[in-house]
């Protein structure tokens, strides 16, 4: 009986394209945490004082970068 795998890239420049497409992949999420936590140690480096004006309190600032990605 033979076995033929179907997600498997049909030729050595698609295996190349694959591995380049997910490289890119990576560091562009990579930059994208990047941007986020430096938004987090901007924030961490107010003062209480400041961070009430923006309507926010320290143990909420995570939540606040990262707003966007979560469902609640």
């Known amino acids: 009986m033979a076995y ?3 997600n498997q890239p049909t030729s050595v420049w698609a295996s ?3 591995f380049f497409s997910m490289v890119g992949e990576a560091m ?3 930059a994208a945490a990047e941007v986020r936590m ?3 140690d901007a924030l ?3 003062s ?3 961070l009430a004006e923006m309507g926010l309190r320290r143990q909420d600032i995570a939540s606040y970068v990262f ?6």
């Open 16 to 18: 190349i394209k694959n």
């Open 28 to 30: 562009t999420l990579s």
């Open 48 to 50: 209480d004082a400041e």
């Open 67 to 72: 707003r966007d990605l979560m469902y609640c």
């Open 38 to 40: 430096r938004r987090i």
């Open 4 to 6: 033929a795998a179907t």
């Open 44 to 46: 961490n480096a107010k």
